[in-house]
């Protein structure tokens, strides 16, 4: 993820995360190490609290969908290395 696409919002407008129940199932313990990550990392970012918890909700059975957002989370934080609490 170091030579990603920058992307500036953390998910799009206009989309809508659900169970998914059709989609291809990918690793869970690699999808809660990810969200893991994101949460501690919410303590100094707070702008991605939203989209990390709404991630967080599909642990259980995560599927490509739900990596996808949480891979664009990454995107947008790249961009914004340098945007953090004073």
Same mark, same amino acid.
């Given at each position: 993820? @170091?030579?990603?696409?920058?992307?500036?919002?953390?998910?799009?407008?206009?989309?809508?995360? @659900?169970?998914?129940?059709?989609?291809?199932?990918? @690793?869970?313990?690699?999808?809660?190490?990810l969200i893991g990550s994101l949460l501690y990392l919410t303590a100094?970012?707070?702008?991605?609290?939203?989209?990390?918890?709404?991630?967080? #909700?599909?642990?259980?059975?995560?599927?490509?969908?739900?990596?996808?957002?949480?891979? #664009?989370?990454?995107?947008?934080?790249?961009?914004?290395?340098d945007v953090g609490l004073w």
């Amino acid at each position: 993820m @170091d030579q990603c696409k920058v992307i500036s919002t953390p998910i799009s407008t206009n989309c809508q995360l @659900d169970q998914d129940y059709a989609g291809k199932s990918v @690793d869970q313990s690699k999808y809660r190490s990810l969200i893991g990550s994101l949460l501690y990392l919410t303590a100094s970012r707070p702008d991605i609290m939203f989209v990390v918890c709404l991630c967080a #909700r599909y642990q259980s059975d995560p599927k490509e969908s739900h990596y996808n957002a949480a891979k #664009r989370i990454l995107k947008s934080l790249q961009g914004t290395k340098d945007v953090g609490l004073w």
